[in-house]
């Protein structure tokens, strides 16, 4: 009994890991850019993540086909006021989406 109960421990524990949420694919949220947690992003807290993700992801053999192509901070400071609110991030992002959706295909 403490053998199987044991064994489906461990399974469990496996089959968590292999659920785990991978962090380095798909977009970043707001809160990961926001690393003083003041509610706004600077050129500096964006710049440094940008960089980060992209760093691990280089270490991590995966393609960066399209890094080049990433919006930069600029593009999400809709008000040109050197902080981009959730609003303007998620606005910005939805709009990059949109942008790449529409030119799958396209060369």
């Known amino acids: 009994m ?3 109960f044991m064994c489906l421990a461990l399974v469990s524990l496996v089959g968590l890991s292999l659920n785990a ?3 380095t694919r798909g977009p970043i949220g707001f809160e990961a850019y926001d690393t003083n947690k003041d509610g706004m992003l600077t050129q500096e807290e964006f710049d440094t993540v940008k960089v980060e993700r992209m760093s691990a992801n280089a ?3 995966m393609p960066m086909r399209n890094a080049a192509n990433s919006p930069d901070f600029t593009y999400f400071d809709a ?3 050197g902080k981009v ?9 939805l709009k990059h989406m949109q942008e790449n959706r529409q030119n799958r295909g396209r060369k």
């Open 2 to 4: 403490k053998k199987s």
């Open 79 to 81: 008000d040109k006021n």
């Open 59 to 61: 270490k991590a053999g």
């Open 21 to 23: 949420v991978d962090t």
């Open 85 to 93: 609110t959730k609003e303007e991030f998620q606005t910005g992002q």
